[in-house]
């Protein structure tokens, strides 16, 4: 064989791998973004995601694959989680959301009669892109596409609902940027009104720190992630959804006030109104962000205590 | 929808480029910051190509329709650009050969007999049998070939040339006779960039060197600011001036058709596509034929890109008066190609591609590759130059290809003997072109073999003198240094090289610019 070739030809896949990302998202370059075309929107349908088949395909993914490797890249501490034994399913779970983590971190925490009947509401345009991304994305977290520029989808999120899966809903519509929570849309809250179901808010912390965006893979060092599940919600017979939404958002904002303090501080301060505002302090970006960066404190320690070490 | 044409600013996301060299390619990681013009995407083809061509001869500018032009008895020539154009060539059948068959239906219908068809190859070499055929389709080739009805124009043949006079600036206007004594002389065109057409297209292509040589010398080249304007060019200026003079002698009905991008088929069709937007497909097809090309040997590489035939489609066509067509051809060729860049760089980045005008079915020698480059793509701007005056250019080609003997007879000597004295083309057309323009020998070349006319060369050198004259710093990336060095410029090995040899003149960190071309694209610099 030609070594001239042969080498050459590596450098050509090593050059080419790095220049289109492969494995990675695309990226176009910042003066051409005008110019990228209107993406079609290319529906892949999702019912067969429920089926049996691929329940069952989904609960070897999950505990055999994902589980065993999301516990070895970070470590989990789950609260509230008696909430689920006073509702009755389905619920719309409504997060934060800062990582691609935060899917399988509420997934996996999840006791396994809720996670095996749970379905996550993906971005169509981003999970539902090509074939291979959507089945993977089907597969392992149970996602079935939302349009977030409105338009009409293969299943809608009502379908699931009324088929009996709880949903996982993160309001914000995308990953934040630095950490902090964002504005909450109003799908969540109309979901839950349209249909009666109720609302479970969650907060998690550490998600960012661990894996922001524009990284694929957990910091090294098992950073620590917590999630506290809150008291289920129900709109009002009067409440509207314009009303519900601002009442869901403050339930994820205390809960995150209440994993960073304590559970008697953040009721008081929710109901003085003094919540520390979820969206972050007005200061410099880098500040934002370096607050984010950081970990939170886990109340168990990391590792076996050294006195039992040989 | 196609997209307009814009200027990309490379940035970290931007992966590599592809840049045109010879018969290959490379991929290019430019500075960050560099410039990259792209040119507009393919706009989209006319939907029925005869219903077009039936209305433009129908309802033609300032003209009576084609039919009422035709007469029993008359004398009609129907002249053609030669295989010149497009680029690359088209795939079958040539919009020329549509059109002629066109054009002789009605005239057949006329009842007219007369009729001769010309290849305007002026200096070019004669084109084959099967190159006219490919032009003008197999039954205009089976009516008039074998009866000496269908020919080169032989720029030579004294007894077949016409002295029309001069124009108020004293040039000589010597076309051929046939065309001159016509009743009707229908040109037909392929208005692929803005340079042709027009009174280009008689007053050039079937012209004799007496009257050639009036605008294609250093001294016009210069002064054409740029020959891809017309407006601004003084060899079509004096171009415009002949054709005023030969209007008035004959009547001529032209034809013009503009082109969209389509230069690439499957597989090759990444090679038009922006590289951010290239699928695993397209990526997979980039990396098999750079392997592909690596092994090959010249010759298959050779047939391998000569082979390609372009899936033009027909952007328009019109007829009629010269002049007003030609305005209507140009605002189409300017939807197609231009791109509006905002102020001059200190260099110009061209990759050169396989072909050019005078190598098709050929080879790209060091003359034509530099032509390409300092004479075509440097001229692809509108208002002033891409590159700053006392900039750099640089270009890529490998400048390995060598001469074609049948083709290219007079180029050996032009660059054994005349560039080996002085690379001035000013200097050299006024010492050396005279002598090779009434060389027998070449003469004879070009008149019975397949040989470009002796004084093209000189032609070719020209062209690229106005760049020369614009430029401090020329210097080809990828080529070989003694070929570079003949024909008066250096060579790198890669382009961070380039851009340390350039500093001298530009400085450490100069304004970079690439012409992302092919597809063609025509810089309006502002």
């Not at chain 2, 001035?424 to 006024?430: I, K, L, N, T």
């Not at chain 2, 990828?478 to 090289?497: E, H, N, Q």
Request: neutral net charge.
């Amino acid at each position: 064989m030609n070594s001239g070739l042969v080498k050459g030809g590596i450098a050509d896949v090593k050059q080419v791998a790095r220049g289109w990302r492969w494995g990675r998202r695309p990226q176009v370059p910042r003066s051409a973004e005008q110019w990228v075309p209107a993406n079609k929107s290319t529906v892949f349908r999702s019912e067969w995601s429920r089926r049996r088949p691929a329940i069952a395909a989904r609960e070897v993914v999950q505990k055999v694959g994902l589980e065993p490797l999301f516990r070895s890249q970070v470590r989990a501490k789950v609260e509230g989680l008696d909430v689920l034994d006073r509702v009755e399913g389905p619920v719309i779970f409504v997060a934060n959301h800062a990582s691609h983590l935060d899917t399988p971190l509420i997934l996996l925490s999840l006791p396994d009669e809720w996670r095996r009947r749970t379905a996550v509401a993906a971005a169509a345009d981003y999970f539902f892109d090509t074939w291979w991304r959507a089945v993977g994305s089907v597969l392992l977290f149970n996602t079935f596409p939302i349009d977030r520029r409105g338009g009409v989808m293969a299943a809608t999120p009502g379908e699931v609902l009324a088929d009996g899966w709880s949903l996982v809903i993160f309001p914000e519509g995308t990953r934040s940027t630095d950490g902090w929570m964002g504005k909450f849309r109003m799908g969540a809250a109309f979901l839950a009104k349209e249909y009666g179901v109720p609302v479970v808010p969650v907060a998690h912390r550490g998600t960012f720190a661990a894996m922001p965006r524009g990284q694929n893979w957990p910091a090294r060092g098992r950073r620590q992630l917590t999630i506290r599940f809150g008291e289920p919600l129900v709109a009002g017979p009067d409440e509207s959804v314009r009303e519900f939404a601002p009442r869901i958002k403050d339930a994820v904002a205390s809960l995150l006030d209440e994993d960073k303090s304590t559970w008697w501080d953040a009721k008081r301060r929710a109901a003085s109104g003094t919540t520390p505002d979820p969206t972050g302090p007005q200061v410099a970006q880098w500040r934002r962000v370096w607050e984010q960066t950081e970990s939170p404190a886990a109340d168990a320690p990391s590792r076996k205590l050294t006195a039992w070490r040989r | 929808m196609s997209r307009p044409g814009f200027v990309l600013e490379v940035d970290d996301r931007t992966p590599p480029l592809i840049v045109h060299e010879g018969l290959g390619f490379r991929l290019e990681s430019f500075p960050l910051g560099t410039r990259v013009i792209y040119p507009p995407e393919s706009l989209p083809a006319v939907p029925d190509v005869d219903q077009a061509i039936r209305d433009a001869l129908l309802h033609p500018q300032d003209m009576d329709p084609l039919p009422e032009l035709l007469f029993a008895g008359m004398k009609l020539t129907i002249a053609f650009d030669d295989i010149s154009l497009p680029l690359p060539t088209m795939r079958p059948p040539d919009i020329r050969g549509r059109i002629i068959e066109h054009v002789l239906t009605m005239a057949a219908e006329a009842g007219v007999d007369d009729v001769e068809l010309i290849a305007a190859n002026a200096l070019h070499r004669r084109m084959t049998a099967a190159e006219l055929k490919h032009i003008v389709g197999e039954r205009v080739f089976r009516s008039f070939y074998p009866q000496g009805k269908l020919y080169n124009f032989d720029a030579e043949d004294r007894d077949n040339l016409s002295h029309l006079g001069t124009t108020e600036k004293g040039e000589d206007i010597e076309i051929s006779k046939r065309a001159a004594e016509s009743d009707l002389l229908v040109y037909v065109n392929v208005n692929l960039v803005a340079m042709d057409g027009g009174h280009k297209s008689v007053g050039i292509g079937l012209a004799s060197y007496k009257s050639l040589r009036h605008h294609h010398n250093a001294k016009t080249m210069v002064q054409s600011r740029s020959f891809m304007d017309h407006k601004h060019s003084a060899m079509h200026h004096s171009a415009w001036r002949i054709g005023r003079v030969i209007k008035d002698t004959v009547k001529v009905f032209q034809i013009e058709t503009t082109l969209n991008n389509d230069i690439f088929p499957k597989p090759y069709d990444f090679l038009q596509k922006r590289e951010w937007e290239w699928s695993l497909k397209d990526q997979a097809s980039m990396l098999a034929m750079r392997r592909g090309l690596s092994v090959a040997p010249p010759k298959l590489k050779h047939k391998m890109f000569h082979d390609l035939r372009s899936v033009y489609g027909l952007t328009g066509v019109n007829a009629g008066e010269v002049e007003a067509v030609h305005a209507k051809t140009l605002e189409k060729v300017h939807e197609q190609h231009l791109v509006e860049v905002q102020g001059q760089s200190d260099v110009l980045v061209m990759g050169i591609p396989y072909v050019g005008p005078y190598n098709v079915n050929s080879s790209l020698n060091p003359i034509l590759a530099t032509c390409m480059g300092l004479g075509y793509y440097f001229n692809s701007y509108l208002g002033q130059p891409v590159v700053r005056k006392g900039g750099a250019v640089i270009l890529y080609h490998p400048l390995n290809e060598g001469f074609n003997q049948l083709h290219h007879p007079s180029y050996v000597d032009f660059y054994e003997e005349v560039l080996a004295e002085s690379t001035d083309p000013a200097v050299v057309g006024e010492k050396y072109e005279q002598q090779f323009a009434e060389d027998p020998w070449y003469r004879h070349l070009y008149r019975t073999s397949h040989a470009y006319h002796g004084v093209h060369p000189f032609y070719m050198w020209y062209w690229a003198a106005h760049a020369m004259d614009h430029v401090d710093e020329v210097i080809w990336v990828g080529a070989d240094r003694k070929v570079a060095a003949r024909l008066g410029f250096r060579a790198a090995t890669t382009l961070a090289d380039a851009l340390e040899m350039a500093s001298g003149t530009v400085g450490s960190s100069p304004s970079i610019t690439y012409l992302h071309n092919p597809p063609h694209l025509l810089a309006h610099v502002k």
